[in-house]
């Protein structure tokens, strides 16, 4: 009744989401749990949803800010060749300095974590992500794939389900009423 087992019905593991409107590219590999797409998508989007989060002052512009930014170029090389533990450390870097916040970096991180067996750090950077940026459809689906490598089906299902929504309230945006 409801979708609520009876008692001495075995549970069994929740279905896939079955969104109401089709699931981008980013959206089909994070329901599969293709990692190696995800990380596709990943490469191709560069920084272009990261546009106008990160203002600098001209005296931020120290040698400081230069390692920060080397360190994520660093981290991108890394990333691009699939050497997900040393793009770990460069995104670490990055990071840490803390001048710039970059939801992608986040994004980016939490995928190496995946590809490196840590869904616990996976899910943390995915939530990072999301704080950086709250309606961004990419943060919802890293913490889709983190939590469903985590064995929570149902909250994955419902991340997953949240970031399609999100998206298709982001492509309404785009066309205008």
């Known amino acids: ?32 749990m293709d990692l190696t797409a995800i990380h596709q998508i990943l490469v191709s989007m560069h920084y272009r949803d990261d546009e106008g989060s990160n203002e600098l002052s001209f005296q931020e512009w120290t040698q400081q800010m230069r390692d920060m930014l080397d360190a994520r170029k660093q981290g991108d090389f890394a990333f691009r060749d ?21 939801p992608t970096v986040y994004a980016r991180r939490s995928l190496c974590h995946l590809m490196t067996d840590q869904p616990d750090a996976a899910l943390r950077d995915a939530m990072q992500a999301q704080c950086v940026y709250p309606d961004w459809p990419t943060a919802f689906y890293m913490q889709a794939v983190a939590l469903s490598k985590l064995n929570m089906q149902s909250d994955a299902t419902d991340m997953l389900n949240e970031a399609s929504q999100l998206e298709e309230k982001r492509q309404k945006n785009a066309r205008g009423p």
């Open 1 to 32: 009744m409801l979708g609520v087992p009876k008692p001495d019905e075995p549970s069994k593991a929740p279905p896939s989401p079955t969104p109401q409107h089709p699931l981008s590219p980013m959206g089909e590999a994070c329901s599969r």
């Open 82 to 102: 699939k050497d997900f533990k040393a793009a770990i450390d460069c995104y670490t870097q990055f990071v840490d300095v803390g001048t710039m916040v970059s």
